[in-house]
């Protein structure tokens, strides 16, 4: 099993910027990638970016240039972070952590992120 951990949501102005973080414990050496997705209300869920376990990643293209995503390994928790900068409105949502592994998905309870001003 695989516990996630997020942290960092919030209200911002436009223009403005957030940090999410997530923490991966447990078996983590079953993760291959970790990313991010969001759900606005009456939408389906969708990705918004993801990172390999070699490092590589990809963004959806309504935040490319705007969001990084990265990671780090440190006492036995792997902990992804997404920047988001130059925040709009269309970016308000219940963001999720997302842990691929084999051969288990595992997600993150959400963390809202409200984008007003």
């Known amino acids: 099993q695989v516990q996630l951990v997020e942290s960092g949501g919030g209200l911002v102005q436009p223009g403005g910027s957030l940090r999410l973080s997530c923490a991966a414990s447990g078996s983590i050496f079953s993760i291959y990638a970790m990313g991010w997705y969001r759900q606005a209300p009456g939408k389906q869920r969708e990705l918004v970016a993801i990172?390999?376990?070699?490092?590589?990643?990809?963004?959806a293209d309504s935040v490319k240039g705007r969001f990084t995503i990265s990671r780090t390994s440190a006492n036995a928790k792997n902990t992804v972070y997404l920047q988001m900068n130059s925040l709009k409105p269309e970016d308000t949502a219940v963001y999720y952590c997302n842990a691929r592994g084999l051969p288990t998905t595992y997600w993150g309870q959400g963390t809202q992120v409200t984008v007003s001003s």
């Open positions: 990172i390999t376990k070699d490092g590589s990643t990809n963004y």
